[in-house]
Nanobody, 125 residues
Framework: QVQLVESGGGLVQTGGSLRLSCAAS????????MGWFRQAPGKEREFVAT????????YYAESVKGRFTISRDNAKNTFYLQMSSLKPEDTAVYYC??????????????????WGQGTQVTVSS
């Protein structure tokens, strides 16, 4: 089973950038589609982005498309979320996860598992 640990969150001003990292244990990391999700206070956890096992396919939520970039380095068992042009509405706890079932393009939380502990991103106005 893959175990995930997020890092890189913090406080940033509107328009700023952050890069989140998700380090994975396990020798089969490169076999999995990986995803980022986020949960703002009082809201449900929502899809942000996913990346296919070798990075050939990526999917984004409309709210982050053009501002966020998901990538991965299978040699380091790590994948990333580069966030630019951040807005206050991006404030949330960000989680990484492994797709365990469903279609490669799935955005359904139920298709993901091995959730990390989350990292807080706060964007000040």
């Amino acid at each position: 089973q893959v175990q995930l640990v997020e890092s890189g969150g913090g406080l940033v001003q509107t328009g700023g950038s952050l890069r989140l990292s998700c380090a994975a244990s396990g020798r089969t990391f490169s076999s999995y589609t990986m995803g980022w999700f986020r949960q703002a206070p009082g809201k449900e956890r929502e899809f942000v982005a996913t990346i296919s096992p070798y990075g050939r396919s990526t999917y984004y939520a409309e709210s982050v498309k053009g501002r966020f970039t998901i990538s991965r380095d299978n040699a380091k068992n790590t994948f990333y979320l580069q966030m630019s042009s951040l807005k206050p509405e991006d404030t949330a706890v960000y989680y990484c996860a492994v797709r365990t079932r469903g279609l490669p393009s799935s955005r359904d939380l139920a298709d993901f598992g091995s959730w990390g502990q989350g990292t807080q991103v706060t964007v000040s106005s």
